[in-house]
């Protein structure tokens, strides 16, 4: 899988899964072009559940992709609608695990930007956060960037009392 060739310029690679930290990502990588005059790739990577080695028959494999693209292209037309000036934004829908897609894609970029947690969940906390893989393994520098809280409690470990 190569990396999407931008106008010759440096790139900003973002991942986008939908969730509201991978928008503020979004949104923060959008900013950072702005001032670098960067173009911003959008990355949303897909894949089937495995079971056994085989794929299990949750859906037809153009569903999952048409999921996948409509997630990016929801993502992508709301930063466009934010005020600020036009920035180049390419997407790219691609198969495979999510740090080993952006890891590919940012194998040629200035920057790659990801959330501090996205759509993990449960194989997340088994495997470990795809943000810190990208962080100890991308051959660029890395920013991982915090969605809202649900809970201002939340924030560095804090409990209410």
């Given at each position: 899988?190569?990396?999407a ?30 001032l ?18 085989y794929?299990?028959p949750?859906?037809?494999?153009t ?13 992508t ?51 470990g ?12 520098p890395?920013?991982v960037?915090?969605g ?14």
């Amino acid at each position: 899988m190569a990396a999407a060739e931008g106008a010759g310029g440096p790139r900003i690679v973002v991942g986008v899964d939908g969730s509201p930290p991978s928008q503020a990502a979004f949104r923060w990588a959008v900013r950072q072009a702005r001032l670098t005059g960067a173009e911003v790739v959008a990355v949303t990577a897909w894949h089937l559940p495995v079971a056994y080695g085989y794929p299990m028959p949750v859906a037809p494999l153009t569903d999952a992709m048409d999921i996948a693209r409509r997630v990016l292209d929801t993502a992508t037309d709301e930063i466009e609608q934010e005020p600020g000036e036009p920035v180049h934004i390419t997407g790219m829908v691609l198969e495979g695990n999510a740090a080993r897609v952006l890891l590919d894609a940012s194998q040629d970029a200035e920057l790659l930007v990801v959330g501090n947690r996205g759509h993990g969940g449960f194989v997340e906390a088994l495997l470990g956060s795809t943000g810190q893989h990208l962080v100890e393994h991308a051959t660029c520098p890395v920013v991982v960037t915090r969605g809202e809280d649900k809970d201002p409690s939340e924030r560095n470990g804090a409990a209410t009392g």
